[in-house]
C-alpha cells in the first residue's frame, strides 16, 4: 500500500513539474491581482479635475475655493470666465467637477443673505460623483458654520459656544478606508478556490481521456489511494500559492497580517480540501477538460458574486445571502479578512472551520463515491 | 462450473453476460483458458472482445453470469485478481510526460514490486523493449512501436501470471507487429498465460487456441487445429482456371456455395455444407467451356473460418476489410 500510494504521489508531482505552464500560471495568478488592485485600479477618489468660474473674485470668494482645494478632492486646475466653459471642460472629460460662485457672493454674505454656489457633478461615474457631492455638501456646512459664528460675535460681541454635537466616527481594522485592503485578500481566496478546482479537475479528466485511469483502475490502487495522490500534490501547490501571495502582498503592497499565520494556513487547509473534493466532483460529471472548465465556471460566477469578495453580504436580499453562505468561499474570505485584517482569533472562526470541514468531508466522500460509479 | 475447473483453467465464465441498456454487448458468453496457454479473441470490431476482457479485469461488473480469472471470483474478488494479471490495451496507457524509466518505475509502484528487485526488473524491461539508452525519452517522443513495447513492459513489470493484451498490435507497423509476437512467444515459455484480442488474422496463427465472438456470442472455441478442423461447417475449394472472370461468375451462381474470393490466380470457394464435391464443381467448369487447371480441397484458413460466422450479407465488406489489413500488415 505505501509503494503505491508514494508511488503514485511521486508520479503527481513529476507530472505537475513537467507542466510548466500551468505551474507558472496558478503561482503567478495572485500576483498579477495584487499588481492590478495595488496599482492600476485606485477606487478612491481624491484630486478629480475642478473647473472654476468665479465671478466674485473677491478675498472671501478665494476662502471658500481655498477651503475646496485644502479637502484634497478637488484639484482647481481649471480657471475659466463662463458658464459654457465649465460645460465644456465637463463634456470633453476634462474636469470631473465644475464649481460656479455668483457675482454677488461677497456682497451677499455681507448683507447675511444666502450666497448660492453651484457645484456641477460628471454622474456618469457614480464613485466620483458620490465622492464629490459629499465632499462639496460637508464644505459647504463647515463654511456656512464658521461664517454663522463669526456673524453672532460679531454682532453680539460674544464668543459662540463650540458646534453642538461632535460626531466622530472611527474606521476600524481599515482607517484609510482603503478598498484594495477590503479587496484583495477576498480575491486571493477567490483565486485560490479557482486554480485548486481547475487544475484537479484537469488532472483527473486528463487521466481518463489519455486513458490511463484504465491502467489505474486494472491495478491494485485503491480508490482512496488514488484521491489522496492527486489531493495531496495540490494542497501543496495551494500553499506554495498562498505563501508567495502573502509575501508580495505583505512587503509590495503593506497588507496587514494582523492575526495568526499558523492559523490562517491552519483554516485554508479545510478550505483547500473543499475546493479540491470539488474539482474531482466536476472531473466526474466532465466527459472532456473543455467540459471541465464550463463547469466549473458554474461554481466560479455565484462564488466571486455573492461570497463578498465584492459586496458585503448584508447589502443582498435574503434568498441571495441564504446561497451566500452555502459556497464555502463565502466562509474563507471571512476567515481571511478575520485574521489578516481584524487579527481575530480561533475562538471567534471556530463556526466557519467547522462548516468548511463538514464541506469538505462531504465534498470528498461525494467524489469518491461518484468515481466508484463512473467504473462501472 | 465445478471446483476443478475453476482451478485448472486461467478463465473461466459462464453465461458471462454484459448490457448497455438496450444494448446486449457480451451475450452469454462461456469461456475456458487453460493456463499457459496463448487465446486469441477473434471477432470484428464491436463484436464484444474488449467489453469481455474488461469485465475479466474488473474495469466493468457483468450483468450477468458468472466468471473466475485465476481461481478467483470476478464479481466477489477483483482486488486479489489485480494483482496478479497485467492488462495492456491499445491505447498503451503511458503517461507521455514521464520519461521511460519513470513509467516503468511507475507501474513497478503501483504493483507493489519489492525495492530489492525493483531496478533489476527496469533494467529487464528497458532491455526487452530494445529501450537501453533511451531510459530518460518522454515516451511521447517514442514511436508507436516503442511506445507499444514500453507499455508491454509496464503491463508485465510484476510479472502477472495471466496478461491480457486489448488490441495491443492496433496502429503499429508490421515489423513491430512481428517482434511484439516474438516478445508475446518468449513470455509464454515463461508460462505466462496469454489473453489477446486481434482483428488481425494473420496474428490468429500465432495463438495456440482461438474463440471466435460475434455479435456478443461466442461462435467457436478450441485449440488452432480443432478449429481448423471441426469449425467450418462446410469446405474450402481451391481452384485455378482461365479466365477467372467467367469462373468466378459461374462458381458464384452454384448451389451450396457460401463465398467465392480471389486470391491472386487462385479462386478461394467455401461452400455452405460438404454435399459440393470438387469433382462436381470441375465439372460444372468444363461443361461451361472453361480451362482448368487444377482443383483441390484445402485447409481453411483462420479468415475463412472467421468470416464463415458472420452474417451472408456482411461477408464480402469484411473480406474487404481483412484484405487491406492484410495489405497493410506486408
Redesign the interface.
Known sequence: ?K??L???I??EF??MW??RLTLGMMLSMPMMILVIIGWAINTDVKHMGTAVFDQSRTPESRDLLNAFTNSQYFNLDNYVDSYDAITRLIDGGKAKVGIVLPPDYARALKQQRVAQIQVIVDASDPMVATSAINAASAIGQVGSLRIASEMLQRSTGRVPPPTPLDVRVRAWYNPDLVSAIFIIPGLLSFILMQTTITIIAMVVVRERE???L????????RRWELMIAKIVPNVVLAYAQMTLALVFGVWVFDIPVRGSVVLLYFLSLFFIMGTLGLGILLSTIARSQQQAMQLAYFIFVPSVYLSGVLFPIEGMPPLAQTVAYVIPLTYYVEIIRGIMLKGIGISYLWTHLLVLAVIGVVLIAASILRFHKK?? | MTEVDVAAYAVITEGLTKRFGEIVAVDHVDLKIRRGEIYGFLGPNGAGKSTTIRMLCGLLDPTEGSGHVLGCDIASEPERIKERIGYMSQRFSLYEDLTVRENLEFYASLYSVPSGIKRARIEQMVRMADLTGRERTLAAHLSGGWKQRLALGCSIIHKPELLFLDEPTAGVDPVSRRNFWDLIYRLSEEGITIVATTHYMDEAEHCNSLGFIYQGRITAQGSREEIKANALKGQVIEIECHPMREATILLETLPGVAEVVRFGNTIHLVTEDRSLAPADVEARLIGEGLKVDRVETAIPSIEDIFVSFVGLADRRSLRAQLKRMRQESI
Open positions: 500500500m509503494s503505491r508514494l508511488g503514485m511521486r508520479k513529476i507530472q513537467r507542466d489519455r486513458g490511463t484504465e491502467a489505474l483502475i486494472v491495478s491494485p490502487l467504473l462501472g
